[in-house]
């Protein structure tokens, strides 16, 4: 993985990870495991991995983007 795809922002399913604490490690839609640090308002830049997987109608996890 590259370090952009690193600093970049990521998406995670909302039923696997519904109230991460800050710190905890989540795994993004891409697969990438980074400990939980915030919502941010307006990333810089998006994982483009993870924009790819949140546009398809059921996330790797089986949950699907409607799921909350």
Known sequence: MTA???RA???YCPVCN??????EPVT????ATHPYWGR???PVNNC?????VA????YPCGH?????
């Open 18 to 23: 519904p109230d991460p604490g800050l710190g």
């Open 9 to 11: 922002a990521h998406a």
């Open 48 to 52: 483009p991995v993870c924009e790819a």
């Open 55 to 58: 546009a398809r109608t059921e």
């Open 4 to 6: 952009g795809i690193e």
């Open 28 to 31: 993004a839609l891409c697969g």
């Open 40 to 42: 941010r308002e307006r």
């Open 64 to 68: 699907t983007g409607a799921e909350r």
